[in-house]
Structures are given as C-alpha cells and as structure tokens.
C-alpha cells in the first residue's frame, strides 16, 4: 500500500484533483467530506433538476464539517463555448491560475483518470455524461491550510457522448455552464465532528476510485 495520497480521485460525479503532495490524512478528510456533503445534498435536492440548491446544500454540508466559505458566496453561473475537449479546457483554466503547479497538477490528474476505464465509465454514468459533474482541486497554501475549489459544471449539447471528458467537441456543439465556490478546511472544527462523520460513512457505500500519476 502506498503512503503518499494519490494524485486524485473519481467519486460519484466528483473528480478532485490534488495541487502538490497532500497528506493522507488530510487527502482522507476531503474525500470523506465530499462523500457526506454529495450524499446530503442528493437526498435534498435533484442534482440535475434543481442545481442551485443542489450545490447551496452541497456547500452548507462542507461548512457544518468546518469548512468556511470565501466572501461567504458561490459565483453566479458562467458560460463558455467548447471547442476541443473538456479536458483540454480544464487544464487551460488551470494553467490560468496564480498557483503554476495547477496546470500540471490537473494534466495528472486526467492522465491518471484517461487510464482508469472503470473511473471513466463511473464518472459518465453518475454525471449523466457531463449533464452535471464537479472538478474539485485541493491545495495548501504557505500556512499549510487545506484549500478546496469547487467547480460545478453542465455540459450542454445536443449530442451525447460516452468518455465526454475527453471527447474532441466540434466548434459550437457544445457549452459548459459553470458556478464555483472556494472553501477551507479548520481541521479541529472538523475533529470536533469526527465521531458523527464516521457513523455516517458507515451507513452509506459510495465507490471511489484512486487515481496515481504513472511513474516514468
């Protein structure tokens, strides 16, 4: 068994991406968070039908398990036109961020997950082939505070696609409808909930597959 986190993972229609080296640890209470606060916000809310409340649920989830909310809000919902893949557009947006180790650390991520056919196969069954779907990159900044983004995305075209991720899109066949939310973790808020958090995750079976960056 390894003792370094992976470099990512595939849970229901989330996909989280690790900036850097996490602890297992930390790796550990953000998969769990984002297991309870999916679980809660599917029992609240349609995730297909209803997506701002779906995603208002989703966050207050998080901040119940101690994470706070940057400016207390989630953006308002954006817009932009695929052309290529939505893989190639995820790494593009994060290569457009401040933090120059997310660009590579999102081409890993997707390196790891285009490998993985039950991850892939996973990921277009519960997103509905990217009807509605969350990349989720994590980070620690010079504190060593855990970070988290969540992109929450719809993928609206015409036409369906299996492995819609790394679909080659043709000019103007496809949009994807964006809304995002940045969180971080107070990790004895979180302690504090330790015991209620594990007798939930017993109670629920959500599969997770974990994804490695190939070695050379």
């Not at 595939?10 to 968070?33: A, P, Q």
Request: charged content about 25%; glycine content about 4%.
């Amino acid at each position: 068994m390894s003792n370094t986190a992976p470099t990512g993972m595939v849970m229901s229609h989330n996909l989280i991406s690790c900036i850097g080296e996490l602890s297992l640890h930390d790796f550990d209470n953000l998969t769990d968070c984002t297991q309870l606060a999916t679980t809660s916000a599917d029992l609240a809310h349609n995730r297909y039908a209803a997506t701002n409340d779906w995603l208002d649920e989703y966050v207050r989830t998080f901040w119940h398990l101690g994470w706070s909310l940057h400016e207390g809000a989630i953006t308002t919902r954006t817009r932009s036109i695929i052309t290529g893949s939505i893989a190639e557009f995820l790494v593009q947006s994060a290569q457009s961020m401040s933090d120059p180790r997310q660009g590579n650390a999102m081409i890993d991520t997707l390196d790891a997950l285009k490998q993985d056919k039950p991850a892939v196969n996973s990921l277009d069954e519960e997103s509905l082939k990217g009807r509605r779907f969350q990349v989720a990159p994590a980070r620690y900044d010079s504190k060593g505070d855990l970070h988290m983004a969540v992109f929450n995305l719809e993928l609206s075209s015409h036409t369906e696609r299996s492995n819609f991720l790394f679909w080659a899109w043709e000019k103007q066949s496809a949009e994807l409808i964006q809304q995002w939310a940045f969180l971080k973790l107070d990790r004895n808020k979180l302690e504090s909930k330790r015991q209620s958090m594990e007798a939930k995750l017993r109670k629920q079976v959500t599969q997770r597959f974990a994804l490695r960056k190939r070695q050379q």
